[in-house]
């Protein structure tokens, strides 16, 4: 068991383009969660899927942001027309269903310029 | 909802000293609580965490935690620090019973240790 995966670990991109981040949860957890940590702040809830069922969002999660995870395993984050304050370190988690602990990734750190 | 206040943000301590990082908490639920500890270069990783039954959590490493419902606190404790214990520290809640055990973060707490 490697634990939650995430990559890539830095993005710079250009504002208003388009990005995509992949999250592999530990394997046979069923639930993944995305948060978002900004600088300064606490990571705050995005997301979560149970399986392949998106179960949550939050209202930080507007229309640009979308998230999937197809067949119940990994799992992509994808922001579109990016823009400045966007610029975070994104956090994938993962864990049982029927477990409070979450095992959490090292983060994508996105930076838009 | 549920918010956490972590009231210092940073909190320098000498070596071998003791150290209480503070954590309330707003919510009109029954919540569970978790501290979260962030080496640097490193994900998060769960320090203890109080569900229900006694109040007084600890961890591996000598770090404990008392939940307070009167005070709605949850405040980490250890007796006496070590140059590995510096680190981000981030307290959360969850709503219990909710299912979805989605966490509340507080803001953090950055412990330096100084020899």
New interface residues.
């Given amino acids: 068991d490697t634990g939650v995966s995430q990559d890539p670990r830095h993005k710079i991109t250009k504002r208003g383009q388009n990005v995509t981040f992949r999250c592999d949860p530990i394997s046979e957890h069923n639930r993944l969660y995305w948060y978002r940590q900004t600088l300064g702040q606490g990571p705050e809830f995005l997301t979560y899927f149970q399986n392949e069922a998106q179960l949550e969002k939050s209202r930080l999660l507007s229309d640009r942001f979308s998230a999937e995870r197809p067949k119940g395993s990994f799992s992509t984050l994808e922001i579109q027309r990016t823009e400045q304050g966007d610029s975070a370190m994104y956090l994938c988690a993962s864990s049982f269903p029927d477990r409070t602990e979450a095992f959490f990734g090292q983060g994508t750190r996105l930076t838009v310029v | 909802a549920q918010s ?1 206040t ?1 009231l210092d ?1 940073q909190v320098p301590v000498f070596e071998e000293a003791p150290v209480e990082l503070r954590c309330n908490y707003s919510s009109s639920v029954s919540v ?1 609580l ?1 501290w ?1 500890v962030q080496y640097p ?6 320090l203890l ?1 109080y ?1 229900s039954g006694s109040t007084l959590v600890e961890s591996i490493n000598g770090f404990e935690a008392e939940f307070n419902k009167s005070q709605t606190s949850f405040h980490l404790r250890k007796p006496s620090v070590h140059i590995s214990d510096t680190a981000e520290y ?1 307290c ?1 809640v ?1 709503e219990a019973g909710a299912g ?9 707490t950055k412990l330096s240790v100084i020899p």
């Avoid at chain 2, 979805?100 to 953090?108: A, E, M, N, P, V």
Wanted: hydrophobic share 35%; aromatic share 24%.
């Fill in positions: 956490v972590q943000s569970y978790f979260y270069n490193q994900g998060l990783q769960l965490k569900l981030f959360a969850s979805s055990y989605q966490l509340t973060f507080g803001k953090g």
